[in-house]
């Protein structure tokens, strides 16, 4: 039998995959499932409470070919590094690594207009993220000042809906939350993925109103809709958006430990 614990963590070393798998017992699971975590690049196998640990591996050897394609067939990681692309707000930045900078630990936007995103195999004029400092620990400082920049977005989008609605947050907290996009605690907390701010603006927003509209309806019946859609009305496209491209946002650097 699984212990008690609420979830196992392995790592999986069969020959052709090399991915995390997490093991997660449920006594409400009536059958053994298994998906895959897109944003953490590994496996989920929910089993019922009593299921053994063999007839758990069993499972997994059954569907071993299955996982694999599905692994293999996930977006490439993109690193944050020097030279590479990623999206702020919705628009491409080329990121430069610049050691001899200003202060170190500096993060700047330089040609914050740009003139364009790509033009068949050459790169345009995109706006560039710099970041000062030794090399090493410019990815950490990058993502840093991604989370400020998410939380100052956030802040001001969250503050503007709940003025609509009359409500206010207990506070706004900043995490790199792999399975949702936002939350809210029972206290009044309203919780986001830093990855947000990668998303165009509207994203953003529709993210903001969704959570502040849950300090009214705490679920997603008719009433929370309509709140959510009387601060935001491009609610429907951002929801597909999110459906089709949110996934990809968890490709861009290295997920918080």
């Known amino acids: 039998m699984f ?10 070393t069969t020959p052709g995959l090399d991915a995390p798998v997490l093991v997660r017992r449920s006594a409400r699971a009536r059958r053994l499932s298994l998906t895959v975590n897109e ?5 989920v196998l929910t089993v019922p409470g009593y299921t053994s640990l063999e007839e758990a591996g069993n499972f997994l ?13 996930l977006p490439r990681p993109v690193p944050f590094a020097d030279g590479g692309v990623v999206p ?15 202060q170190r ?6 040609n914050p207009a740009g003139a364009g995103e790509r033009a068949g195999a050459e790169e345009t004029a995109l706006p560039v993220i710099c970041v000062a400092g030794a090399h090493e620990h410019a990815p950490r400082r990058l993502k840093d000042w991604l989370k400020r920049q998410a939380r100052e977005d956030l802040a001001r989008h969250c503050a503007a809906h709940a003025a609509t609605l009359d409500v206010k947050p207990k506070r706004i907290a900043i995490r790199d939350q792999s399975s949702r996009w936002g939350s809210c605690s029972a206290t009044g907390v309203l919780s986001f993925s830093w990855r947000l701010i990668l ?4 994203i953003l927003d529709y993210l903001a109103a969704h959570e502040v509209a849950h300090l009214l309806e705490m679920n997603h019946g008719p009433r929370f809709w309509a709140h959510v859609r009387k601060t935001c009305a491009t609610m429907d ?5 999110l459906k ?6 968890h490709r861009y650097g290295a997920p918080d430990a």
Not at 61 to 73: D, G, M, S, T
Not at 199 to 202: C, I, L
């Open 3 to 12: 212990p008690t614990r609420k979830a196992e963590t392995f790592h999986m």
């Open 39 to 43: 944003a953490r690049r590994g496996a």
């Open 61 to 73: 050897a059954q569907h071993f070919e299955w996982l694999q394609k599905r692994l293999a067939a």
């Open 88 to 102: 702020l707000r919705g628009r491409g930045h080329v990121l430069r690594f610049t050691p001899n900078g200003r």
């Open 105 to 110: 630990g500096v993060v700047w936007i330089e």
């Open 199 to 202: 998303a165009p603006g509207r």
């Open 237 to 241: 496209e951002a929801k597909s958006w």
């Open 244 to 249: 089709k491209n949110g996934s990809g946002l």
